[in-house]
């Protein structure tokens, strides 16, 4: 497994790489990239200015001061990126642990990068600011999330009731997204004694056009309404049957609740009240044409509203 680690050396990202312990990744096997960004933006280097050897062109003071100010700031992203690299070796010490300074726009970076390496999950904390500029600060999150190819999880420090086990959120809604953050959430190692909780949001079901429910539409809103209760419960139920199959017997209960709410309030409350150290969404739902549930917007509201980590799943 390859994963690719934003820090900016603030606190957030520090509490954020301590989260990790409860997010259940394989504790070895996996090759970890840790990358900070300066917030700047390099001046040509000084041969381009030499038209001949006869003819130098004179190097602007400014330009001087912009170069040495640019690489000062490098400087402290390498540091700083060593420093995140030794974070998280003492939490994973059987991880394969790199790191590397940017420069440039830090989410435009990250994504490029991500393009680049190919990490089956990117890591992002949820807020940050440091003499580098703003680097996993609220939009800079946000552009992450919703623009990279991978998987991402947004972190923060880890607030569950679990103690040393982990309590688990996930959100479902019979999409394609939704099953493959059931398969990830079931993939991984967690640690015996962790809860997960598959939750259902019921504002989804009553967006659904009675069609797709075999409904006839002559029949009353409250039919329409029983079944999409149904469905929501044939949802809860194929992901537990996932989980349980999944997880098999390494001690951890999987439980389901459907609830009346907006999923992007649903989960975020439903989470806060079970004590969740994060919440699993899928990337992607069903189409604006039934109702959206984890495509975009929610997903990312979700990651901005929530008390704990929250990981959005690309297959």
Known sequence: ??????????EGADLGVEGLRRAGLPP????????????????????????????????????????????????QAEALA??????????FPQWAVGHEAQCGSPAFELLRRADEWHPQLIVVGSHGHTALGRFVMGSVSQKVLTE????????RRATGSGESAARVVLGVDGSPGARAAVRAVAARGW????????VVAQDLMKAFPASLLDVPAEESSDGAHGAGQAQAEQFAAAALE????????????????????PPKEALVRLAEEFG??????GATGYSSRVARFLLGSVSAAVAARAHCSVEVIRG
């Open 242 to 261: 996932e989980l349980r199959a999944g997880l098999g017997d390494r001690g951890v209960t999987v439980s389901s609740v459907v609830d009346d709410g």
């Open 1 to 10: 497994m390859k994963i690719l680690i934003g820090y900016d050396g603030s």
């Open 148 to 155: 990279a190819r991978t998987s991402v999880h947004v972190a």
């Open 82 to 91: 060593a420093r995140g690299a030794e974070r998280v070796r003492r939490v």
């Open 28 to 75: 070895q096997d996996v090759e970890a990239l840790v990358v900070t960004v300066a917030e700047v933006w390099l001046p040509s280097p000084p041969g381009d200015e030499v038209v001949d050897d006869t003819f130098p062109l004179q190097i602007p003071a400014g330009v001087k001061r912009m170069r040495e100010r640019a690489a000062r700031l490098v400087e």
């Open 276 to 281: 969740a150290d994060c919440i699993f969404t």
């Open 191 to 198: 640690t015996q004694g962790s809860e997960v909780r598959v």
